[in-house]
C-alpha cells in the first residue's frame, strides 16, 4: 500500500480522472492511488469503453495502459483527437513502446507522459502535478512503498 504524505491527499482536488486498463489489480491499485491523491476516479477495462465514458463526460485526466484488448491506447488516443472538443491530458503506459507506437504518442500532441511499467505511483502523481494551477501543486508527493505499477 502506498504511503503518501498527509497533503498528499489534495494534490488532485477532486480533478476527474478515467484509468484505462484491462488488468482488474492494476486498474484498482490506480483507483486507489488517485482516489487517495483527492482525485475523482471512473475506470474501465478497455480503448472502447474509455472512448464511450469520455463522450459522455468531462475528464482532466486519462491513465491508459497501452496494450489492451478491445481497444488499445492508440485506438483511444485517435478516438479522442476524433470525437472529443474539450480533450483530458494523457499518461500512457506501458511494459515496451515500439517506436511506431512511440510516433503515434508523440504525434498526437495530447499525451503528456508516457511510463514503462512497471512504474512507482509516485512518479505518476508527480507528472501530473507538474499539468496542475500552480497553487494546486504546493504538495509533497512522497511515496514510501516499493509498490510497483
Known amino acids: 500500500m502506498d504511503s503518501f504524505s498527509s497533503h498528499s491527499p489534495s494534490l488532485l482536488n477532486g480533478k476527474s480522472i478515467l484509468v484505462v486498463e484491462d488488468e482488474g489489480d492494476i486498474r484498482d491499485h490506480l483507483i486507489q492511488t488517485m482516489e487517495r491523491l483527492g482525485g475523482n476516479v471512473s475506470a474501465v477495462a478497455n480503448g472502447k469503453a474509455a472512448i464511450e465514458v469520455l ?28 470525437y472529443l472538443i474539450k480533450k483530458p491530458k494523457i499518461f500512457i503506459y506501458s511494459a515496451y513502446i515500439s517506436p511506431p507506437d512511440k510516433l503515434a504518442i508523440e ?3 495530447l499525451v503528456v507522459g508516457t511510463f514503462e511499467k512497471p512504474f ?13 494551477p500552480e497553487q494546486e501543486t504546493a504538495h509533497s508527493i512522497v511515496d514510501h512503498s516499493d509498490q510497483l505499477i
Open 107 to 109: 504525434a498526437s500532441g
Open 120 to 132: 512507482r505511483s509516485e512518479h505518476l502523481a508527480a507528472a501530473m502535478a507538474k499539468h496542475l
Open 55 to 82: 463522450r459522455a463526460g468531462h475528464f482532466d485526466f486519462v491513465i491508459s495502459d497501452l496494450l489492451m484488448g478491445g481497444g488499445g491506447g492508440i485506438a483511444l488516443i485517435r478516438d479522442i483527437q476524433k
